[in-house]
């Protein structure tokens, strides 16, 4: 290669005579003029599935450019009509972008559940009623769309998202966590996920309280077995538990950062409060995993930004004098499991 420029999803490359004799029997995408080679875009289809909705979109792999997408509830109860609903979805996009099937690399699926490397569940009580343990949906999702799959849990491709695409570009070791409901945790090294059939998308059961502390947080007791763990203290659901108790009365995490914002003491104290055990977690996981980066998400995280600075303050823990780790908001918001999932084709 001696030269490379690009303009929109087109890379011009230049290649050696011998390349382009090797290559033209084997890329049909690409096109040759003279020892030049334009390399098309390679598109993947990202599918995001949750309890209440799905989202689809179709990427271009390379710059992370959304073509387009869509969102449409999860059908939760009959299986012919769930894969029915993503292959009319996929048929409408294709059809608006007048692109043709055999474009697409493959599809990506983000799910928020355990994945097995043969591409099985294990069960998702409480999303669907149709996938219990050991579901193919890698398989099932092949068959229905004609398409190669491939498939990983929801908040380590998130995680692949932003360190690919979002806030952890530029950055080795980039560890996301997304903060909803609960809390999920996913580490990319170097833009690759670590091994398929860790449990790092759990890792937000550490413990960050001692039993006595906070004990209306812990009630009931967390499905993991431990008392004072981060998903317990610092999820969505525990700070709406947290606000109750320290402002005496049930308004949304976002309003009741505003009204910290607006200098109300109650809830300067419950951010302060929040910010400390959120601290407290992410110390713990720079020793344990040496980020370079930690990226936050989720919904509670769309209210952090007036906080950034302190959070970054109270990241004391490094492994070593050079070491630092730099704390980002998500930037790629509800696009994350679209783009993290169409990404397992990269
Ligand atoms: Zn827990």
Same mark, same amino acid.
């Given at each position: 290669?001696?030269?490379?420029?690009?303009?929109?999803?087109?890379?011009?490359?230049?290649?050696?005579?011998?390349?382009?004799?090797?290559?033209?029997?084997?890329?049909?995408?690409?096109?040759?003029?003279?020892?030049?080679?334009?390399?098309?875009?390679?598109?993947?289809?990202?599918?995001?599935?949750?309890?209440?909705?799905?989202?689809?979109?179709?990427?271009?792999?390379?710059?992370?450019?959304?073509?387009?997408?869509?969102?449409?509830?999860?059908?939760?109860?009959?299986?012919?009509?769930?894969?029915?609903?993503?292959?009319?979805?996929?048929?409408?996009?294709?059809?608006?972008?007048?692109?043709?099937?055999?474009?697409?690399?493959?599809?990506?699926?983000?799910?928020?559940?355990?994945?097995?490397?043969?591409?099985?569940?294990? !069960? @998702?009580? =409480?999303?669907?009623?149709?996938?219990?343990? #050991?579901?193919? $949906?890698? +398989?099932?999702?092949?068959?229905? /769309?004609?398409?190669?799959?491939?498939?990983?849990?929801?908040?380590?491709?998130?995680?692949?998202?932003?360190?690919?695409?979002?806030?952890?570009?530029?950055?080795?070791?980039?560890?996301?966590?997304?903060?909803?409901?609960?809390?999920?945790?996913?580490?990319?090294?170097?833009?690759?996920?670590?091994?398929?059939?860790?449990?790092?998308?759990?890792?937000?059961?550490?413990?960050?309280?001692?039993?006595?502390?906070?004990?209306?947080?812990?009630?009931?007791?967390?499905?993991? !077995? @431990?008392? =004072?763990?981060?998903?317990?203290?610092?999820? #969505?659901?525990? $700070?709406? +538990?947290?606000?109750?108790?320290? /402002?005496?009365?049930?308004?949304?995490?976002?309003?009741?950062?505003?009204?910290?914002?607006?200098?109300?003491?109650?809830?300067?104290?419950?951010?302060?409060?929040?910010?400390?055990?959120?601290?407290?977690?992410?110390?713990?996981?720079?020793?344990?995993?040496?980020?370079?980066?930690?990226?936050?998400?989720?919904?509670?995280?769309?209210?952090?930004?007036?906080?950034?600075?302190?959070?970054?303050?109270?990241?004391?823990?490094?492994?070593?004098?050079?070491?630092?780790?730099?704390?980002?908001?998500?930037?790629?918001?509800?696009?994350?499991?679209?783009?993290?999932?169409?990404?397992?084709?990269?």
């Amino acid at each position: 290669m001696i030269n490379k420029s690009s303009y929109g999803n087109l890379y011009w490359v230049r290649i050696s005579p011998f390349l382009v004799n090797i290559l033209s029997h084997y890329d049909k995408a690409n096109i040759f003029y003279k020892g030049w080679c334009v390399i098309m875009g390679r598109y993947a289809v990202g599918l995001d599935i949750g309890g209440t909705r799905i989202k689809m979109g179709i990427i271009e792999l390379e710059s992370g450019k959304v073509m387009a997408a869509e969102v449409f509830p999860t059908e939760r109860h009959f299986e012919v009509v769930f894969y029915e609903s993503i292959r009319k979805s996929l048929c409408h996009m294709l059809s608006k972008l007048s692109m043709d099937a055999v474009k697409l690399v493959g599809i990506g699926i983000s799910i928020g559940s355990y994945v097995y490397s043969d591409g099985t569940l294990n !069960g @998702l009580i =409480g999303i669907v009623d149709f996938m219990p343990y #050991g579901y193919p $949906l890698k +398989k099932k999702l092949e068959e229905a /769309l004609n398409l190669n799959a491939k498939i990983d849990n929801d908040a380590r491709l998130i995680g692949q998202a932003e360190a690919l695409y979002g806030a952890g570009r530029g950055f080795s070791r980039v560890l996301t966590l997304t903060f909803g409901t609960g809390i999920g945790v996913g580490l990319c090294i170097d833009g690759q996920l670590t091994d398929k059939e860790a449990t790092i998308h759990l890792a937000g059961h550490i413990r960050v309280r001692d039993e006595h502390d906070c004990k209306w947080l812990d009630e009931p007791p967390c499905y993991c !077995g @431990l008392t =004072g763990c981060f998903e317990s203290t610092c999820s #969505g659901s525990a $700070l709406e +538990k947290q606000i109750h108790h320290m /402002l005496g009365k049930d308004i949304s995490n976002q309003k009741m950062f505003q009204l910290a914002e607006q200098e109300s003491q109650t809830a300067v104290n419950c951010v302060r409060w929040y910010i400390e055990m959120l601290c407290r977690g992410l110390n713990q996981y720079v020793y344990i995993y040496c980020p370079d980066v930690i990226v936050l998400g989720g919904g509670v995280s769309n209210s952090f930004a007036p906080w950034l600075v302190d959070i970054q303050e109270n990241i004391i823990a490094k492994v070593n004098e050079r070491q630092k780790t730099a704390i980002r908001l998500s930037e790629l918001k509800e696009h994350s499991g679209i783009l993290g999932s169409a990404a397992l084709f990269m």
